[in-house]
């Protein structure tokens, strides 16, 4: 009984730190964003834009797969 609540902690903390990186990075996304308001730098923007969609997308399927399992 004690492994099987040593691994469900261990796996609880692993999800709980995933979702922290994923919230993380996607607040980077959206400060990277905001910075970029120049005309000229529209490349720079679409690629911040794309990454961000990216990790939306994972963070999505994240929390998808862990209501899941709830």
Known sequence: ???TLTKLH???KSEID???RLR????QLRDAIQDI???SKLELFFIAT???KDKIQ???TFL???SLQA
């Open 64 to 66: 998808k797969d862990n």
């Open 37 to 39: 308001s120049d005309k």
């Open 10 to 12: 261990y796996s609880s």
């Open 24 to 27: 993380d990075e996607l607040k």
């Open 50 to 52: 794309r990454k961000c």
């Open 1 to 3: 009984m004690k492994d």
């Open 58 to 60: 994972q963070y999505e």
């Open 18 to 20: 995933k979702c922290i």
